[in-house]
Every structure is written in C-alpha cells, then in structure tokens.
C-alpha cells in the first residue's frame, strides 16, 4: 500500500513568511510524528500525535512552530516567520500504535529559507 | 547532550565482508532500539529493532546485538553489498509514548 507522504517535497520561502508542509499518514496508522534533520544530524523530533491530539509537542523549537491534525489522517505543520535557521529538512512519520512499533517515514520536506 | 552517540561518522567496507556499525546511548530509561537505512533524497526506512528484555535480534543478513551494561549496540551486516551503502542511523526510546532519539548517522560504504 502508499506509505508515508508529504507535500511539498521543497519550499524554497523568504525569510519572514509564512509555511505549511503537509503529511499524509499510512491508513490506519494512529501515531503521526514529525521531526527535523538538518545537514550531518539525525532526525530530532518536534511534536507527536495521538489520534487528533498532540500528545507530545516538547521538541517544537518555539512558538512559531504549530501543527495541527484536525481528523486523525493528515497533519500539518505550520512555521511562521520563518528564519534561516528553520532551513532542514522535515520528516514526519507515522506508526500502528505509539508503543512499540516501528515508525514509517516519509521523503521528507525540504525547506529553504532564503 | 546527545543521548544516542554514534561516534564514526563513516565507515568503508569491501563487498563480501562484514560491516559493523556501533551506537551507545546514555539513557537507561531505553528499552526498544532500532536501526534505520537512509539513501539521499528519501526518508529514513526501518531495517531491524531490538527489545532490551534480549540481547540479539537476526534478519537475514542483518543482525543487532545489545549490550545493556555496556549501553552498547552494534549492527553487523554480512555479506555486505553495494546496495548497502547508505547512512545508518541507531534509534531508542523509552516505554509508553515516548519519541524515538536519534544518533548522528554512520554514511557505510560498501566497496565493490
């Protein structure tokens, strides 16, 4: 079946504006996670769902950073003002359940902001 | 403070042999740990993960040994292959709901 998708696969956004990358999950999948990697690190997690809720939302940088999953499917995350240190690439993930499952990853979204 | 430490940033192996790539992690709150394989330009994909309640977990030609006391894992891949070449990343979390903790990334490179 489809796995994980995300749109767009780049954004290449000015400095100051505003951004919403978007993840489609595995059916049925009830976790959904998002996580950034910038050049030479390993994924570092932003903010996990349950279902419709944000269960964890710790790794969430600052305030600028939201993210929503409205229906318990997709998810967005929303960045505002962006600045250049916002530059990497987001991953989102999704898995059966949040315990001991594996997570399935997306490509990826790559945001440049320039 | 990086809780999952991979400490070789590369690794070159020739075709045929094994290649071992080691993680250690700080937190003894961990109890599930898992390889991931990522190629350029797509996301990472879940190659083998392991219980803390065992100490070796096999599949196929790849392999994870845990070593608790030490807070020490490795994958061993055997026979590498080119199609091997990718950058690894070692995974852990905790029990319940906790996120995954990432290492840095080993780039193997599986020499023909």
């Known amino acids: 079946g489809a796995g994980v998708s995300q749109t767009p696969s780049n954004k290449v956004t000015e400095k100051g504006k505003y951004v919403e990358l978007r993840c489609d999950p595995i059916?049925?999948?009830?976790?959904l996670y998002w996580y950034r990697q910038s050049l030479g690190q390993g994924p570092e997690f932003l903010i996990y769902f349950q279902g419709t809720g944000a269960a964890d939302d710790s790794g969430l940088p600052n305030d600028r950073f939201f993210a929503v999953r409205p229906e318990g499917s997709v998810s967005t995350l929303k960045i505002q003002r962006t600045e250049r240190g916002d530059s990497a690439v987001y991953l989102c993930a999704s898995s059966l359940t949040s315990s001991s499952s594996p997570l399935h990853f997306g490509n990826g979204t790559r945001l440049t902001v320039t | 403070d990086q809780q999952v430490k991979q400490n070789s940033p590369s690794l070159s192996v020739q075709e045929g042999r094994i290649s071992i790539l080691n993680c250690d992690y700080t937190?003894?709150?961990?109890?599930?740990f898992l390889w991931y394989k990522k190629y350029p330009a797509e996301g990472p994909t879940f190659l083998i993960s392991?219980?803390?309640?065992?100490d070796k977990n096999e599949d196929g030609r790849f392999t994870v040994f845990l070593n608790k006391s030490a807070k020490h894992l490795s994958l061993h891949i055997v026979p590498s292959q080119p199609g091997d070449s990718a950058v690894y990343f070692c995974a852990a979390r905790g029990s319940g709901n906790t996120p995954l903790v990432f290492g840095k990334g080993t780039r193997l490179s599986v020499i023909a």
């Open positions: 059916s049925g999948h009830t976790a």
């Open positions: 392991i219980s803390s309640i065992k």
């Open positions: 937190n003894s709150m961990f109890d599930y």
